[in-house]
């Protein structure tokens, strides 16, 4: 039984590269809420986040960056290479990250929680969990991963993984293996399996959701509609793609699907990272009145992200619906610069998708934030 009285968790870890993101991605399709330790422990250490300054006092002023934040590759080569300034910049982290993660769980309606932490068995907080997940992939798959997704050296690659403890010792811990080395259905179908027995072992039974019949709606979509989706997006944009990829992007975000008397009209691809909703996605069949189908889809979108305590939405858009500026203030959305974006966790994350020049569609969608100054 978990810390968390009626919550059931599951804690999710894996050495680097075995897939533990698409894992948490996955249980979030089927409706659990994802926590990802690691991007707490980066905004842990933000300016005017709690641990900022104690790092800053611990490590000296050199490990800052021009705009005064903490340059996490600077901090990096001090403590990879001193096992005692890592014991040290955790003993400052964990709590911090212990208390988000212990807020995020009491504070969301969601029945389920996963939390994906690398050092999850280290910090003992598989202890509080229902079941530990494990995700497992042999060294050549890790290392080929690293090289093509990350775009290290072969000798960096295999350095990183290397410094972590044998994967043997994390899997001996596991109350569920996924093995994340083929092709992503059959992970999607050992992570489809392994949650229908834990909501039997609950006493609770599951299906997946079908769409109802006839008006307009709005559902999520599941993995096991890669294929319709493939044909949509075949249609709309007049260019092959494969359910295989539809299935490769599920493992980055979810998609919302418009319907009218059940015909599919309308996609939107959205992802929920450091409790920021990024759409990156929006595609509206032809003869379909684009700004209710829009209307839809954000509303929907945005009542999913507040669900999941994001703190803002995050729009980037195609060259067809930029000029649609009214429709987006109509809907809360004000146009900014990804560099004026005034709280730095937002700024991150519209800056790994735009330059810092290029404009996007912002809205605040709560005011109190996780991991403010103390």
């Known amino acids: 039984m978990s810390a968390w009285t009626g919550k059931t968790v599951i804690g999710l870890t894996g050495n680097i590269a075995t897939g533990k993101s698409v894992v948490r991605k996955m249980l979030e399709h089927l409706g659990a809420y994802g926590i990802d330790a690691d991007a707490l422990s980066h905004r842990a ?55 988000a993660e212990d807020l995020l769980i009491r504070r969301t309606d969601k029945p389920v929680v996963v939390v994906e932490a690398i050092k999850l068995i280290e910090s003992g907080f598989d202890r509080l969990c229902d079941q530990v997940w494990v995700t497992y ?44 080395d083929r092709a992503l259905s059959e992970t999607w179908q050992q992570v489809l399996s392994a949650w229908k027995n834990l909501l039997l072992a609950k006493g609770v039974e599951w299906e997946e959701e079908k769409a109802a019949p006839g008006g307009i709606l709005v559902e999520r979509a599941k993995p096991s509609q890669a294929g319709e989706i493939a044909a949509f997006l075949q249609a709309v944009l007049g260019k092959n793609l494969s359910p295989n990829e539809v299935m490769e992007a599920f493992g980055e975000k979810a998609f919302l699907l418009l319907r009218r008397d059940g015909v599919l009209r309308g996609i939107l691809g959205w992802r929920v990272e450091n409790l920021i909703a990024r759409v990156d996605d929006v595609f509206i069949s032809d003869h379909t009145p684009l700004e209710e189908a829009v209307t839809l889809l954000i509303r929907e979108v945005e009542r999913a992200s507040k669900e999941l305590q994001c ?16 429709l987006w203030r109509k809907l809360g959305y004000q146009e900014i610069k990804a560099g004026n974006i005034g709280v730095r966790a937002w700024q991150e994350a519209a800056l790994e998708v735009v330059q810092a020049e290029d404009t996007l569609w912002l809205k605040r969608l709560r005011e109190d934030l996780v991991l403010k100054p103390v």
Do not use: C
């Not at 775009?151 to 043997?168: N, T, Y």
């Not at 703190?311 to 009214?326: D, H, T, V, W």
């Open 137 to 180: 992939a042999p060294e050549d798959v890790q290392l080929r991963r690293l090289m093509t997704k990350r775009g290290m050296s072969r000798e960096a690659a295999l350095q990183r993984i290397l410094a972590q403890p044998p994967q043997e010792e994390k899997l001996q811990r596991a109350d569920v293996v996924i093995r994340n």
């Open 311 to 326: 703190e803002a939405a995050l729009l980037f858009l195609a060259e067809e619906l930029k000029s649609q500026q009214e």
């Open 45 to 99: 250490i933000a300016i005017g986040a709690p641990g900022y300054q104690p790092v800053v006092e611990t490590f000296g002023k050199w490990i800052l960056a021009p705009d005064g934040q903490i340059d996490r590759s600077k901090l990096a080569k001090i403590v990879f290479s001193d096992p005692v300034a890592l014991k040290k910049l955790e003993n400052i982290i964990h709590p911090l990250v212990r208390q």
